[in-house]
Nanobody
């Protein structure tokens, strides 16, 4: 099996930076696309950012210019650098990865989530 473990969440001040990390472990041949989702109370889960195996990135309009997604293939990790945080960024952040187990097998995996709370 494959597990995704998020870290780096916590309490941040408005305007400040925070970086969340996600490391995959288990039976991995290759990780294809990776991404970050978030879900705030009373809101639908939304895609925050994604990154392809070729490092092509996409961002939600609400975080463009503030957040940066990156990956380290040697560590099977994906990161989300969050700058200029606002209370609207408060949510549980989930990482996801499409993992290639072999030429014939691939699956999507989700982390347990890490809480990010931004104080005003």
């Amino acid at each position: 099996q494959v597990q995704l473990a998020e870290s780096g969440g916590g309490l941040a001040q408005a305007g400040g930076p925070l970086r969340v990390s996600c490391a995959a472990s288990g039976s991995i041949f290759r990780i294809n696309a990776m991404g970050w989702y978030r879900q705030a109370p009373g809101k639908q889960r939304e895609l925050v950012a994604s990154i392809s195996s070729g490092d092509s990135t996409n961002y939600a309009d609400s975080v463009k210019g503030r957040f940066t997604i990156s990956r380290d293939n040697a560590k099977n990790a994906v990161y989300l650098q969050m700058n200029s945080l606002t209370p609207e960024d408060t949510a549980v952040y989930y990482c996801t990865a499409n993992v290639q187990h072999s030429l014939l097998r691939k699956s999507d995996y989700w982390g347990q989530g890490t809480q990010v709370t931004v104080s005003s």
